[in-house]
């Protein structure tokens, strides 16, 4: 069966229509949302409130716990001063322009989904601000998917959407009894299966070198992923977002394909509460 | 046997460089004058606030600020290389000396200058040829940085934001701007050349306190939105009372 997994939505209510009507488009009816559905965009409430009427079975995100919590996460989540004002605005905007309704759904989505050996997360089993980018050790991108006891591996964050196979994947443990004594040792190889992390891209923020919308669809059956781009009405946000008073460099971002929540550089970094 | 150029071109066609490299190669003293230029029909000369003979001063310490009127009246040390820098957006109308713009020339004898020669970029093919445009119209706008630290990160993301048209379409821009650590930068970009310069200065400010030393940006292009470069600049800068308190990303 094949299903489709969004995320990153960042209250860009043209961008989630747009791909939402490719899904339909494509008659799957199973989507899973791995969050971010706040932040930075224009139209939070009716993002939130589009999800909620499609009844998308949605994870939290780093931005909907922000937003819920407070901005709890250390200054080093931020690559500059500059990206920290800039996101601290934003934060603030939203906050104010949430429903309370809105952010109780949001207080509310679970850290993770399990769909037998599939996991939906936003940035990492560990952090909803961690992340997994494509060029991550092998190592310790295997040892995300296994200690989470799944196959495949379902998330966002990184804005950039990509596949990964983790092939021959093998841990060997020598235990030795006695070691002053030259007591027997004992090996053990481990070979761990084929694991997967599948990142969906961003709906409302594509930060992989066009303004096109993405997301992807699995089929659970054949193993195969596409991802897939959805242009959409781009003028139509960048409009909303000036006209709303949030900052007109996010339109021009936006416009130009470039990120406005800039990566931070230490991408593996987890915040310390 | 001393020389004195008048060297003239567009803006971002390469005149102070060029003139670093004269002044770099010439074994004797060099003195240095940039003069304003004048804005033609449209075409605003960005006042470039000294930031040019500061990183030439950077880079060539015994450089001689020749706008200094002591210097003027002072006898002339032998063998001086004197290199005066004119913005100018048309080329000459007459070869050679005969096209020299005529309001310098009393700017040039109050400080006792007079060229032995006038070298045009585009015009004269003793200078390099570079890709230079023909500007129909020009704004230009400063800003004065002095005793301002730049985040590092932030800097990199303003002058990524400046030169790609967030605030304008950006002809051209160069600053000198200080760092944390003491450093600081000759950020130089031009339209119709790839890529930014980001040259250090070899002078360290003292790592403690505010540098005192020139800090200035200037912009030109069209369309400029100076409100929204401010904006983006108030939270770029260290705040006064902890220049170094931004934990390094």
């Not at chain 1, 092939?167 to 004594?181: K, L, N, T, Y």
């Not at chain 1, 406005?260 to 509460?273: G, K, N, Q, T």
């Not at chain 2, 048309?90 to 060229?115: C, F, M, N, W, Y």
């Not at chain 2, 369309?223 to 705040?239: Q, R, Y």
Request: negative net charge; proline residues 7%.
């Amino acid at each position: 069966m094949a299903h489709a997994v969004i995320s990153c939505l960042h209250a860009n209510h043209a961008a989630l229509e747009a791909v939402l009507a490719d899904i339909d488009q494509q008659g799957i009816d199973t989507i899973t949302c791995l969050g971010d559905l706040v932040g930075y965009g224009p139209q939070p409430n009716e993002v939130v409130e589009l999800i909620r009427q499609r009844a998308i079975p949605t994870c939290q995100g780093c931005w909907d716990e922000d937003i819920i919590e407070g901005l709890n996460a250390c200054d080093c989540s931020y690559p500059s001063q500059l990206a920290e004002r800039r996101g601290h605005l934003a934060h603030q905007w939203t906050a104010d322009q949430l429903s309370e309704e809105n952010k109780d759904f949001l207080a509310n989505l679970p850290m993770s989904l399990r769909r037998d050996r599939l996991l939906f997360v936003h940035g990492s089993p560990n952090s909803q601000h961690e992340y997994l980018l494509p060029n991550m050790d092998a190592f310790a991108a295997l040892e995300r998917v296994e200690t989470a006891e799944a196959d495949t591996l379902f998330c966002g964050h990184t804005h950039h959407p990509y596949v990964r196979e983790l092939r021959d994947g093998s841990i060997r443990v020598r235990v030795q009894e006695g070691v002053a004594s030259g007591g027997p040792s004992e090996e053990r190889e481990i070979n761990l299966p084929v694991r997967r992390i599948i990142n969906a891209g961003s709906v409302g923020e594509p930060r992989h070198g066009n303004t096109n919308a993405t997301y992807v669809i699995h089929d659970e059956q054949t193993g195969t992923v596409e991802i897939r781009e959805v242009a959409y009405d781009v003028e139509r946000t960048c409009r909303a977002i000036v006209e709303s008073g949030l900052p007109a460099i996010f339109a021009w971002r936006l416009r130009h394909g470039f990120e406005y929540a800039e990566r931070a550089d230490d991408a593996s970094h987890v915040c310390e509460r | 046997m001393s020389q004195t150029l008048l060297i003239s071109g567009p803006p971002g066609c390469g005149k102070t460089s060029w003139i670093l490299k004269r002044v770099q190669a010439h074994r004797g003293p060099c003195g240095y004058l940039r003069l304003a230029g004048y804005p033609d029909e449209g075409l605003a000369q960005a006042p470039d606030g000294g930031i040019d003979l500061a990183y030439l001063q950077d880079q060539c310490p015994r450089l001689l600020d020749l706008a200094d009127l002591d210097q003027a009246l002072a006898p002339r040390p032998e063998h001086l290389l004197a290199l005066i820098e004119l913005p100018q957006f048309q080329p000459p109308t007459e070869s050679g000396l005969g096209g020299v713009d005529r309001r310098v020339i009393p700017q040039l004898e109050a400080l006792h200058l007079k060229p032995d020669e006038h070298l045009h970029f585009g015009r004269d093919t003793a200078l390099p040829r570079q890709d230079t445009l023909d500007f129909s119209s020009l704004q230009a706008w400063e800003r004065n940085l002095a005793g301002s630290v730049w985040d590092p990160a932030s800097l990199s993301s303003f002058w990524f934001e400046l030169v790609n048209g967030a605030y304008g379409d950006v002809y051209r821009a160069k600053a000198l701007m200080n760092l944390p650590d003491g450093r600081a930068f000759f950020c130089n970009w031009m339209v119709s050349q790839e890529g930014s310069q980001f040259l250090p200065l070899q002078a360290l400010a003292p790592p403690d306190g505010r540098p005192e030393r020139l800090s200035r940006l200037v912009v030109q292009g069209k369309g400029l939105d100076p409100a929204a470069i401010e904006v983006t600049l108030a939270d770029c800068l260290l705040s006064q009372a902890l220049p170094h308190s931004f934990p390094s990303a």
